[in-house]
């Protein structure tokens, strides 16, 4: 049975929890919070939340060591908004603020709530590669930009013109919420790319 894993440290982790659910049941989703549960996970999901505080609860629990070497042997891993950031190898410094230590999986440069006060929140079509029908219903919610895309690293999601989904490998980081608009695909998308046919 495979088993998908969510980062249960800090954000929206019952609704990546009834998200992969609805995908692959809900006995197969799995909440990670220790080395021991993270050994036990076919793929992981990391959620939008505040990246900081995921970034020191990582240390904390002593994941991050554990995370790391999974992330280096080949782990499937889904970063949405905070999670894109974690993963992301090089950030652009918030002005005055504290930020994440990076996981160093995704060749990318990022900013953080690079989207102006007014506009924290909404809700665009995004594109996305292989996927068909209509645009995704992509929710940004305070959410970084995507200023710099490195050699292993590629793109494979769009708003307009501009990058909302990276991936290097069965790494992949979206700057926006696939969970919080009850449209499967995204998470049907990575674990069919990612996983091997059962
Ligand atoms: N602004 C948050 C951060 O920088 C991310 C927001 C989100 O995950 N929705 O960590």
Same mark, same amino acid.
């Given at each position: 049975?495979?088993? $998908?894993?969510?980062?249960?440290?800090?954000?929206?982790?019952?609704?990546?929890?009834?998200?992969?659910?609805?995908?692959? &049941?809900?006995?197969? $989703?799995?909440?990670?919070?220790? !080395?021991?549960?993270?050994? +036990?996970?076919?793929?992981?999901? @990391?959620?939008?939340?505040?990246?900081?505080? @995921?970034?020191?609860?990582?240390? +904390?629990?002593?994941?991050?060591?554990?995370?790391?070497? %999974? /992330?280096?042997?080949?782990?499937?891993?889904? &970063?949405?908004?905070?999670?894109?950031? $974690?993963?992301? =190898?090089?950030?652009?410094?918030? !002005?005055?603020?504290?930020?994440?230590?990076?996981?160093?999986?995704? =060749?990318?440069?990022?900013?953080?709530?690079?989207?102006?006060?007014?506009?924290?929140?909404?809700?665009?079509?995004?594109? /996305?590669? &292989?996927?068909? &029908?209509?645009?995704? *219903?992509?929710?940004?919610? %305070?959410?970084?930009? @995507?200023?710099? @895309?490195? +050699? +292993?690293?590629? *793109?494979?999601?769009? %708003?307009?013109?501009?990058?909302?989904?990276?991936?290097?490998? !069965?790494?992949?980081?979206?700057?926006?919420?696939?969970?919080?608009?009850?449209?499967? %695909?995204?998470?049907?998308?990575?674990?069919?790319?990612?996983?091997?046919? !059962?």
């Amino acid at each position: 049975m495979t088993v $998908v894993g969510v980062l249960a440290l800090q954000g929206d982790v019952p609704e990546h929890r009834a998200a992969f659910g609805a995908v692959v &049941g809900p006995g197969s $989703v799995h909440l990670v919070r220790t !080395p021991l549960e993270l050994a +036990k996970v076919d793929a992981l999901v @990391i959620p939008g939340g505040e990246s900081t505080a @995921i970034s020191e609860l990582l240390d +904390k629990g002593g994941l991050r060591r554990a995370l790391t070497e %999974r /992330i280096a042997r080949g782990l499937p891993v889904l &970063g949405t908004c905070a999670g894109l950031i $974690v993963l992301a =190898d090089r950030l652009e410094p918030s !002005p005055g603020g504290r930020d994440p230590v990076s996981l160093q999986a995704l =060749d990318v440069t990022v900013r953080r709530n690079d989207y102006g006060r007014q506009r924290e929140s909404f809700e665009a079509g995004v594109r /996305i590669e &292989g996927m068909r &029908g209509d645009p995704f *219903p992509g929710v940004f919610i %305070r959410a970084p930009r @995507i200023l710099e @895309i490195g +050699k +292993k690293a590629r *793109p494979f999601a769009w %708003r307009d013109e501009e990058v909302v989904g990276v991936r290097a490998g !069965p790494v992949w980081g979206l700057t926006f919420h696939p969970e919080l608009s009850g449209d499967p %695909r995204v998470a049907r998308a990575f674990l069919a790319a990612t996983l091997p046919a !059962p």
